[in-house]
């Protein structure tokens, strides 16, 4: 029988992180969109982000309508490297961010299935820092994980605001799983 989840964070009876959650406000209105196929995902960062920062929201879709992101009067900008992306910089006007959750592959396929949020503007991160999301391989050099990007995102957004509490469940959980893999591990080597 699988054990109990706790409702809020999703994770195991007794590894409940929400002791952990902040509850942060941000000028910047964040909307998370996930695919569907992430959301078992043991490292859901898309879910620890849309919990600890008050003014967000996680979507779990492969096609969202655009009233999702119209219905705020803030301009939107979707959270995606490459040509045409203009790099985040410190912004007067509150903006909506609009990052897609998953692998690189996954984030292109959101996109290929929503024209009208591929036509939005883009922002990207600039030179990107060393994730300490060592578990899950990264697609490329450099990727981060969805609530690193969404920290550094909104630390350059509103500078000199400080997003770093909102990584508190994310350290746990990956200490949690270092630990794990270690028990794992050693259990291999010691089975009699
Ligand atoms: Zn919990």
Not at 81 to 95: D, V
Not at 102 to 108: E, I, N
Request: some cysteine.
């Amino acid at each position: 029988m699988p054990r109990p989840h706790c409702a809020r964070c999703q994770r195991p009876e007794g590894h409940c992180l929400c002791a952990l959650i902040p509850q942060l406000p941000s000028q910047t209105r964040v909307l998370i969109l996930q695919h569907p196929s992430e959301t078992a995902h043991a490292l859901n960062t898309a879910r620890l982000a849309a919990l600890g920062l008050a003014n967000s929201e996680l979507m779990v879709a492969e096609q969202v309508a655009p009233s999702l992101w119209q219905a705020g009067a803030a301009r939107t900008c979707v959270l995606f490297p490459g040509e045409g992306a203009t790099p985040l910089a410190p912004s007067e006007e509150p903006l909506q961010l609009l990052v897609l959750d998953g692998t690189w592959r996954k984030a292109r396929k959101l996109l290929h299935l929503n024209p009208e949020l591929a036509a939005l503007p883009r922002v990207s991160l600039p030179a990107p820092q060393p994730s300490r999301y060592r578990l899950r391989k990264a697609p490329a050099e450099g990727a981060l994980s969805t609530i690193e990007a969404i920290v550094q995102a909104l630390e350059i957004l509103e500078a000199p605001a400080s997003f770093q509490a909102l990584l508190a469940p994310f350290e746990a959980l990956i200490e949690g799983q270092i630990r794990a893999m270690g028990e794992d591990t050693y259990k291999r080597n010691h089975q009699v």
